[in-house]
């Protein structure tokens, strides 16, 4: 199993849609979880981070963090096509290295 | 937020020479990463370091090398380079906020894209 699991898309959302992107992790003891964009050719760019179970919202952008279920999740309100990109979910494991899921694939439809 | 720089952006580079890829970053951050990454592909951690003078392979086995003698100064050196090192290699740096470990985030540099003919 991998640390970090995510499904690779694409996923295609309407524009003014709310787009949800799902992780999970495999290492319990983990506490700290983030999100990445990345647009093609470009580096990943952070977007939010997420220590406690519940809701984290920061504009357009909400992340779940769920510990027990080791889940953690991305929703993004009113998609825009400038959303369109990769995203990446990031865990920092036991052995505090920041491990990357290989990302998700985001199409937002005009 | 980390102000990180990579060059150069791009290299285009026959088989056989050696190269140099830099990175530094302005933040004073103790940790520093190298990545490699495909297009499409997920993010490969090929070297890291703590600090001045420590170093480690990352998950990836890479025949580069890396140096850590300042703390803003990361580069990564291929004595010899091949068709098969053509990618994109990315650079990280991160530090947590005093007293707040749990909120180390990693920052990229914008990459450097590498083709070996």
């Known amino acids: 199993q991998k640390e970090v699991e995510q499904n690779s898309g694409p996923l295609s959302v309407p524009e003014g849609a709310i787009a949800s992107l799902n992780c999970t992790y495999s290492d319990r003891v983990s506490q700290s979880f983030f999100w990445y964009r990345q647009y093609s050719g470009k580096s990943p760019e952070l977007i939010m981070s997420?220590?406690?179970?519940g809701d984290k919202e920061d504009g357009r952008f909400t992340a779940q963090l769920n510990k027990a279920s080791q889940y953690v999740s991305l929703l993004i309100r009113d998609s825009q096509p400038s959303d369109s990109a990769t995203y990446l979910c990031a865990v920092r494991n036991r052995d505090d290295k920041i491990i990357f899921g290989k990302g998700t694939r985001l199409h937002i439809l005009p | 937020e980390a102000d990180i720089y990579q060059t150069p952006r791009y290299l285009v580079i026959g088989t056989g020479k050696k190269i140099t890829l830099e990175c530094s970053q302005t933040m004073g951050h103790d940790k520093m990463y190298w990545y490699q990454q495909d297009p499409g592909m997920e993010l490969h951690l090929i070297h890291y370091s703590y600090g001045v003078n420590s170093t480690e392979k990352g998950d990836l086995s890479s025949e580069s090398t890396v140096s850590r003698i300042r703390t803003e100064h990361f580069p990564l050196t291929l004595e010899s380079a091949r068709p098969s090192h053509t990618s994109q290699y990315l650079c990280?740096?991160?530090?947590?906020?005093?007293?707040?470990?749990?909120?180390?985030?990693?920052?990229f540099g914008p990459g450097t894209r590498l083709l070996v003919l």
């Open positions: 990280a740096s991160s530090d947590p906020p005093t007293g707040q470990i749990l909120q180390e985030t990693q920052y």
């Open positions: 997420i220590y406690s179970n």
